[in-house]
Structure formats: structure tokens, C-alpha cells
């Protein structure tokens, strides 16, 4: 469970981006942020994993307060996915999504294998594997982005708007898999969109955020209210 308890973030500019929230996350489904552009989302999930620490408030994950955790221990434990995939170019696919388990010092062997399992996981051809980044599509990238959040097995994801980049027909189909995924792997999920009818596909629970960094509701999608 993630508990943000009243936080708020202020920019150095003055600008609020966050006022504020309270929310739970709960553990094993899908939360999703929905709201137009600048209302805070991406503030405050890298909040979470401490990429922008919280002016005032806190962030609980599993009771524990996120400032008294240092921020390579907490992101072992959070995979985080991002709009353009952000994969490294100079390395082949394969290494891109063992990145992490090669940081954790796995053995090399068990570490592809690893990647490769997740590669096949996310419905990725594994012929590609061998490929570097700017061989894929927009759509494998992403696929990949996933795999690569996932490598260590993190019991957390963030996922910053990863699907708004790519067409429609390419992007059901990420949503699919990540449903599909979820059946059986059970995170607790941070998703991030400004699409209202991805948030209701895709949320266990919809936490709808207006510009100001203020939370207008949050439900499950059969009753949220509508606007
Ligand atoms: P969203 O993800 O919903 O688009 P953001 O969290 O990116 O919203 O931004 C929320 C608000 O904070 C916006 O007004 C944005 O312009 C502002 N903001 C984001 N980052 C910064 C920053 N580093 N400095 C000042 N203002 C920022
Ligand atoms: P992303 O797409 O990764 O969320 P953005 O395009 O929102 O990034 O922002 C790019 C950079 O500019 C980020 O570092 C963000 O913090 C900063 N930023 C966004 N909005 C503002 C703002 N209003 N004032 C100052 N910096 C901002």
C-alpha cells in the first residue's frame, strides 16, 4: 500500500503542482491519475519514488516513509515506465531490459535469461532481442519499457503516461497486455494518463486530479461521477 498523507509540492517558482493529496494506493491493482495536462500527476509519482521530494506531507509505502528510505534501495523496489521508453541506444534490447539485475550483480547468463523470459512475457518477438533500440517501433519500445521495469521483480510500478505516444490500434493492444500481465503478477500500479477512457479500461481505482494539484474524486470506475 502507498499512503500519500496531505502532500503538497511547491516548485521553486512558487508553483503548486501538488495541494494537498490524500489518497491510498492499494496493494496488487492498478491506481490510476486522470486529468488534463499540468494538474500534477508526474509530480506526484516521482514523488514516490523520490525523483521530487514532497514540500510538505508524506508518502507511506508499506508504512515506512519514503524520505527515510535512500533513494537506490527505494527504486529497487519500484520499476518505473515513462512515455518515450527512455531505453538506452547504444545497447542491444536484450541488455536494455537486464540493465538492472546486471546492476544487482546477477550472474550474466541468468541475468538474459531473465530478459528474455520478460522480453517473451511482454509479447515481444525475441528474435528482436539482438536489435538496439532505434530497430523497433514505437510499440516494441514500450513493450520493452516494461520488461525492463519488471527485471527485478519489483513489487511496485510507476507508469508515467507510457502509452500516449504511440497509435491507437498498437496502444489497445499495450493495454491488453497489461492487463493480461497484471492477472498474474498482482503489482501495485501508479498509472499515469490524461485519457479518461484508458483510466476507466485500465484502473482498479481512478483518482481524478484537477490543475492545481487538487484531488476532485477517487473511485472505482463503475461509479465515478461523471463531469
Ligand atoms: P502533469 O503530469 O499532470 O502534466 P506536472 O506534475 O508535470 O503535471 O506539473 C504540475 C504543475 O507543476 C504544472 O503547472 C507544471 O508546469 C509545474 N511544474 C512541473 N515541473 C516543474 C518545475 N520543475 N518547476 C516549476 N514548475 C513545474
Ligand atoms: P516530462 O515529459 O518528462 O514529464 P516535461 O516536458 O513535463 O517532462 O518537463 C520537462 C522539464 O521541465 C522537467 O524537468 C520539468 O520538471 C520541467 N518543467 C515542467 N514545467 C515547468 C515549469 N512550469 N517551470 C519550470 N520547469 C518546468
Known amino acids: ?84 521508453a527512455g531505453l538506452f541506444p547504444h545497447r542491444k534490447i536484450v541488455d536494455n531490459v537486464a540493465t538492472v539485475p546486471y546492476l544487482l550483480g546477477w550472474d550474466k547468463k541468468k541475468a538474459r535469461a531473465r530478459a528474455m523470459e520478460l522480453l517473451e512475457r511482454v509479447g515481444l518477438d525475441t528474435k528482436l532481442a539482438g536489435r538496439y533500440p532505434f530497430q523497433l517501433s514505437g510499440g516494441q519500445q514500450q513493450r520493452v519499457g516494461v520488461a525492463r521495469a519488471l527485471a527485478a521483480d519489483p513489487p511496485v510500478l510507476l507508469m508515467d503516461e507510457p502509452f500516449s505516444a504511440v497509435d491507437p490500434v498498437v496502444r489497445t493492444s499495450l493495454q491488453d497486455e497489461l492487463l493480461r500481465l497484471q492477472s498474474d503478477l498482482h503489482k501495485t500500479i501508479v498509472f499515469v494518463t490524461h485519457d479518461i477512457d484508458e483510466a476507466i479500461k485500465l484502473g482498479d481505482t481512478v483518482a481524478v486530479l484537477r490543475v492545481g494539484g487538487h484531488l476532485a474524486q477517487i473511485a472505482a470506475p463503475s461509479t465515478l461521477l461523471a463531469e
Request: proline share 5%; net charge positive.
Open 1 to 84: 500500500m502507498i499512503t500519500f498523507e496531505g502532500v503538497t509540492k511547491r516548485y521553486g517558482d512558487g508553483t503548486v503542482a501538488v495541494d494537498n493529496l490524500s489518497l491510498q494506493v492499494p496493494t496488487g491493482a492498478i491506481t490510476v491519475f486522470v486529468g488534463p495536462s499540468g494538474c500534477g500527476k508526474t509530480t506526484s509519482l516521482r514523488m514516490i519514488n523520490r525523483m521530487i521530494d514532497a514540500t510538505s506531507g508524506r508518502i507511506l509505502l508499506d508504512d515506512q516513509d519514503v524520505r527515510h528510505i535512500d533513494p537506490p534501495t527505494l527504486r529497487r523496489g519500484i520499476g518505473y515506465v515513462i512515455q518515450q
